[in-house]
Each structure stands twice: as C-alpha cells, then as structure tokens.
C-alpha cells in the first residue's frame, strides 16, 4: 500500500506543479506590457497644453485587447504638486479599446491641460497607470516632472467683440509674451477675457529675435496680426482669431525692404515687403489650440 500512496501523492504534487507553472507562465506573460510616459520639454507657459506622449508596447507574446472595464478606463494619470498634494482630475479622457498585436508599440498624444487643473505656477509629477482588465492588474510608467511658470510680457491689447459676432458685447484681451529656451527665445500668444476670468488659448507662435519688437495690427474684425523676425532676414505672420484659433500664418524672407505690416483702406491688413516663403492655413494647423481646450481658471502665483 506504501508504494500506491506514494504514486498518489506524487501524481498529485505533479499536476498542483504543473498548475502553478501554468499560472506563473500566464500571469508572467501579461505581466509584460511596458508603459512609457514622455514630454517634449520640461518646462510649459500656464495655459499651454501639456501634451504627454504615452507608448504602450506589447511585450506579453500574445494579441490584447484593452479597454474600459466596470467603470475603470483602461488608461490613466496620478498627477501631484510640488509639495506632493494630489491634482484631482476635472475631466475624462476619450478611452477608446485599443488592440495590440504582438510586439506592437503605439504612441497616443495627450494634452494633460484638458484633463487635469496644471495651469497653477509650480512643478507637477506625472505618472501613467494602464489597466489591463482580464488580469484586473495595473502596469506603470516612471514618474516625470514639468514645471508650469509664465512668460515675460511684452505688449497687451483689450478690443470688442464686433455685434455681429456670438459674443457680441464681450471683449477679448490680445497678449504677446516671449519665454527664453536653452536654445532659443519662443514668442507666444494668450487670449482671455478677463473680466469673465476666460482663457481661451496660449501657444507659442514661434522663434523669435529677442531683440526686435513684433509688429502687431488689427483688422476690422479685431483679428491680431503679428509680423516678427523669427531669424535672420526671416520673418513669420500670424493671424490670431477673437477665440484664440490660429486663423493663418505665413514666412517671408527679406528682400531690399524689411516685410511690414500695412492698413489697406478697407480695414485689411496686408505684410507688404519681402518675399512670401511658405504660407499656411488653419487646415495645416489642425493640433492649434481650440475654444474647448482652455483651463477653467486663471493662473494662481504662488
């Protein structure tokens, strides 16, 4: 009977091996999904969108699929100040189910600003969580820090909305800032209404010569005009909108006269001089800054 119990007791510690070898290897498996989290720079301008780029690369040996399950997105972010307090969420991300074949890797931009209140002066660590709901297991990035500060101001201008706008009696404040890089000197544009504490978009506009003033002008329909040297013998136009939207732009190269900003006896405003390089229209700039994209509040000083 000894050696029957032993065959018994053998068969038996066999297979609970085997089923915890099993286990192991499908558990190690899912195990292998690689969450990474990046910003272009570390620094941003209050208001400006904070796009993270997030890549999720498929390391399991298998085809998954993730998506929302029981009311948990299948993504998402822990976002703390400074002084390691939680930034609470204020909106939802689009989470659409994603499928990932094997050793695919997909890259998602997201602007933070829409989702997250990251607009206050100060630094902010991030890191992204991806939820894989067949294993109801999370996987994580590294943590990353941004710090938010504001640009040094350089001209301001209030103007009415025209009546036959949808905000007609409102009034929109133009701002030009520029903030120095490593590498270069940005110009940026914000446009608000502060009496309403609204703002509607901050985006840099591009390099700048810190040394020349831009030239700024408007039309009738209030639309900023901005003509600034972005190198030299270069020069960029803008066209910014009553909502922020980035309505063209275009560059010119200096000839025997430097471009200039002209009124035209109809309220037009023309860039007389130099010779047009590459003009572009909003159809170009399809990741400008939207109405929808704006902060709820203002910037705080801390």
Not at 22 to 41: D, H, M, N, T, Y
Not at 117 to 139: E, M
Request: glycine share 8%; net charge positive; proline share 6%.
């Amino acid at each position: 009977m000894q050696p029957c119990g032993f065959a018994v007791v053998y068969v038996f510690m066999k297979s609970r091996c085997a089923l915890v070898g099993l286990w192991f290897f499908a558990g190690s498996a899912f195990a292998q999904i690689q969450v990474e989290l990046k910003f272009p720079r570390l620094q941003f301008i209050a208001y400006e969108p904070v796009v993270a780029n997030l890549t999720i690369t498929n390391l399991t040996g298998r085809d998954v699929d993730l998506r929302d399950r029981g009311g948990q997105p299948w993504f998402g972010f822990e976002v703390s100040g400074g002084e390691g307090q939680s930034i609470p969420q204020i909106s939802n991300a689009t989470s659409e189910p994603l499928s990932l074949r094997v050793g695919q890797r997909v890259t998602r931009k997201i602007n933070l600003t829409l989702l997250y209140g990251v607009h206050d002066f100060g630094t902010y660590r991030v890191r992204a969580h991806i939820y894989f709901g067949q294993l109801n297991k999370f996987f994580y990035s590294s943590t990353k820090v941004f710090e938010v500060t504001d640009a040094r101001p350089i001209w301001q201008k209030t103007v009415g909305v025209p009546q036959d706008g949808d905000a007609s009696g409102n009034v929109r404040t133009y701002s030009l800032m520029t903030n120095r890089f490593p590498d270069h000197t940005s110009l940026y544009v914000r446009v608000e209404d502060k009496d309403r504490g609204m703002v509607y978009a901050t985006y840099s506009l591009g390099q700048i010569i810190a040394s020349d003033q831009p030239q700024v002008a408007f039309d009738q329909s209030n639309q900023l005009h901005v003509l600034y040297c972005a190198a030299p013998r270069m020069w960029s136009y803008s066209r910014v909108g009553l909502n922020g939207e980035l309505v063209s732009r275009a560059s010119f190269s200096e000839t025997k006269n430097r471009p200039r900003l002209v009124h035209s006896n109809d309220g037009v405003i023309k860039v007389a001089g130099g010779m047009m390089d590459t003009p572009a229209t909003q159809a170009a700039r399809n990741n400008a800054p939207k109405l929808s994209a704006r902060p709820p509040n203002p910037p705080k000083d801390e």
